[in-house]
């Protein structure tokens, strides 16, 4: 069975700090790979996408996250953060266009001034 | 563009009561999903459909949950009888291709 681990529950940083939130996933099977960011009262919006191709994805606001299929990860990253980016951020995979998404627990991003 | 629209928004009863919940997919989207979210699980995928169809409803409950989704552009989730461990957000989404789901803003459900 497929599950997503998010190692941190909590991510507090300091504004212009980069940052890192782990996503390791476990399944038998290729994957899809997303990242999903939920801010307060709101429902989840997507940030980025793996599907194929390169394994270095990119989100419009300045987010990366990197496949690697060894060490079944999907990391997100960011060199400096804004306060506007503080959210809970969710990992999730699916198995192909099943649809089925299994998400992780969600890392709260805290960034302060 | 609209987006998915969930109502109500907010919803108190009592255990014992009838719940309803219901959502409008963004238009000419074929999937829809329903999900369950709560600090002790997380986000929990109850059931899906695909054209109009429950394609797996292994994630839901009890027999108390029931979905349906009558036309391309409607569906409901009842639970009945409401029980206070029923308290959640409830997020419904939909898809075009069944790749990328797009989420409403929810319905939180306060069973008291």
């Known amino acids: 069975a497929q599950s997503v681990t998010q190692l941190d529950s909590q991510v507090p940083v300091f504004e212009e700090a980069p940052v890192e939130l782990r996503c390791n996933y476990s399944s038998s099977v290729s994957v899809y790979l997303f990242w999903y960011v939920q801010y307060p009262n709101q429902g989840l919006q997507l940030l980025l996408k793996?599907?194929?191709?390169?394994?270095l994805v990119e989100s419009i606001n300045g987010f990366e996250a990197e496949f690697n299929k060894s060490q079944t990860s999907f990391h997100l990253r960011k060199p400096s953060v804004h306060i506007s980016d503080t959210a809970e951020y969710f990992c999730a995979v699916s198995e192909g266009n099943t649809g089925k998404l299994i998400f992780g627990q969600g890392t709260t991003l805290q960034v302060k001034p | 563009d609209a987006g998915v629209i969930q109502s109500p928004r907010h919803e108190v009863t009592e255990m014992g009561q009838e719940v309803t919940l219901r959502c409008k997919p963004i238009?000419?989207?074929?999937?829809l999903f329903w999900y369950r979210q709560t600090m002790m699980r997380g986000l929990e995928l109850l059931i899906y459909f695909n054209n109009n169809v429950p394609i797996d409803d292994s994630g839901m409950p009890e027999d108390r949950f029931s979905a349906k989704m009558p036309n391309a552009s409607f569906s409901t989730l009842k639970i009945q009888p409401s029980e206070p461990r029923d308290s959640a957000v409830y997020f419904c989404a939909s898809s075009f291709d069944r790749v990328v789901q797009h989420f409403g803003d929810g319905t939180r459900l306060s069973i008291l």
């Open positions: 238009s000419g989207h074929n999937s």
């Open positions: 793996y599907l194929s191709g390169s394994t």
